[in-house]
């Protein structure tokens, strides 16, 4: 349910409007918390509304009787309470020829949903190729919109970036402007009761307007005490070289030190290196796994075997295996032993850093040719082969600093680094790059004030 503060605040972002008629849309409307706000404020003055419409889609027929009442006691308000699944209706059901709303306010499922499923093909009929139902709801929001209609939608940021919700982004981005973003910055107070893995972001989409500056405004939880609000232009938002067409949600006018540098321009392609998720997926591989190195294995490595002060292997405590056998099923998987970069794909709820780089030592592992690496981690290689030792280490200090987990911050903001987000980063020259990892090499050890500071002499 929607906390009641959140509710307002997704209400007054609604630009007035002087509508004589409003038709308003409410998909998921649960017991009507987000109708109700709507109209409170409608009620308050805050729309020239003579009569409303209000569509509200709830399948939870316990709710319906309370959605009911709550909408049935406002004046002028011509409630209509649709009971089943808001998708299925409006792609092959009889209400596809309602539409038209000026206004959808929405709080919808977060569930995923697979390719081959009933909802998947029903929304390809509509042109909506997405793979979770609070995606598909916005999408669905936007094609049933009048022209000029306001969506306001709370979702999880997690559509910001990576490869599987791209057709979601170019879909809202073709047939909407994106007018306001409001980011919750922590990722459990806007919804205490809930276990949140990632950040909610509210967003309000403007059917068929033209693109122009994109407000963003902040806040630590739903009191709002703290909000702040800035005006961006779209090209801060979207970078226009982007083809993955990433969304960011800038926290401040000021660019970051990223974006201001000019030595931070290259691609990993530039640099001759790329970026993998670790192939081995251990519980396809399971007969093959072994506790311990033994004759005939290799070293199986997972996040758990690295920490601030480099690689520990084997560890005979931990509940991973540390070896895979090395035979004719198991060697596509494999790398040879050597020098690389390893990024964690997730970081903990609330981590002070979302990416957490390591340097893989060939040392630590004596005499073994070939290494594993799970699918927990992504791995910079050359070619499916390790890197010069100065250039591992020299990456993994600049993934560590502040300047990039802010700047990555900005599109990521869930507790998943993609491999996808790793290739959109930019990066210093191979030989900025290599010059830190001589740096790094040299420090008996290193803080992050350390790393802060050597970024920048390096980044200018």
Not at 37 to 52: E, H, N, S
Not at 252 to 267: D, M, P, Y
């Amino acid at each position: 349910m929607t906390p009641s503060s959140v509710a307002r605040f997704m209400a007054s972002l609604f630009p007035a409007s002087a509508n004589a008629k409003c038709r308003l849309l409410d998909a998921g409307a649960g017991v009507g918390a987000l109708s109700c706000a709507f109209l409170d404020r409608w009620k308050a003055g805050g729309f020239g509304f003579q009569t409303v419409e209000a569509f509200a889609y709830e399948i939870d027929e316990k709710l319906r009787g309370h959605l009911a009442r709550h909408l049935s006691a406002y004046d002028g308000v011509e409630p209509h309470i649709i009971a089943g699944d808001f998708i299925l209706l409006n792609t092959q059901g009889d209400l596809l020829n309602l539409g038209g709303y000026t206004h959808a306010i929405l709080n919808p499922p977060y569930k995923k949903i697979n390719s081959g499923s009933l909802h998947r093909q029903a929304l390809r009929t509509m042109g909506i190729e997405t793979v979770n139902l609070y995606s598909a709801f916005v999408a669905l929001a936007v094609v049933l919109a009048a022209p000029g209609g306001q969506i306001v939608a709370i979702i999880p940021r997690s559509f910001c970036n990576g490869p599987y919700y791209r057709p979601f982004r170019d879909f809202i981005l073709a047939y909407a402007a994106l007018r306001h973003m409001h980011l919750f910055e922590s990722r459990t107070k806007a919804f205490k009761d809930d276990n949140v893995l990632q950040e909610n972001i509210v967003i309000r989409l403007e059917r068929g307007g033209e693109q122009g500056p994109v407000t963003v405004s902040t806040s630590t939880d739903d009191s709002f005490s703290d909000l702040v609000t800035h005006s961006h232009p779209f090209e801060r938002i979207v970078f226009p070289d982007d083809s993955e067409r990433f969304i960011h949600v800038p926290t401040s006018t000021a660019k970051s030190i990223i974006e201001l540098s000019a030595g931070v321009t290259h691609s990993l392609a530039d640099l001759g290196m790329t970026v993998s998720t670790g192939p081995v997926v251990d519980f396809r591989l399971k007969e093959h796994l072994r506790d311990m190195p033994e004759p005939g294995t290799v070293p199986l490595l997972y996040p758990g075997h690295f920490n601030l002060n480099g690689t520990e292997w084997p560890k005979p405590e931990a509940k991973k295996p540390n070896a895979i056998q090395h035979t004719p099923d198991t060697a596509k998987w494999l790398y040879p032993n050597g020098y690389y970069c390893v990024v964690r794909r997730f970081s903990a709820k609330e981590e002070r850093r979302r990416i957490v780089a390591s340097v893989v030592d060939p040392s630590a592992f004596g005499s073994a040719k070939m290494l594993g690496f799970e699918n927990h981690l992504n791995l910079f290689h050359q070619n499916k082969n390790g890197l010069p030792r100065s250039l591992a280490n020299g990456l993994a200090a600049f993934l560590n600093s502040t300047a990039v987990d802010e700047n990555f911050r900005r599109f990521n903001g869930h507790t998943q680094v993609n491999a996808t987000d790793l290739k959109l980063i930019k990066y210093p020259s191979r030989k900025a790059l290599m010059d830190l990892g001589e740096w790094a090499i040299s420090q008996p050890s290193l803080t992050q004030a350390m790393i802060d500071d050597q970024f920048e002499k390096i980044s200018t």
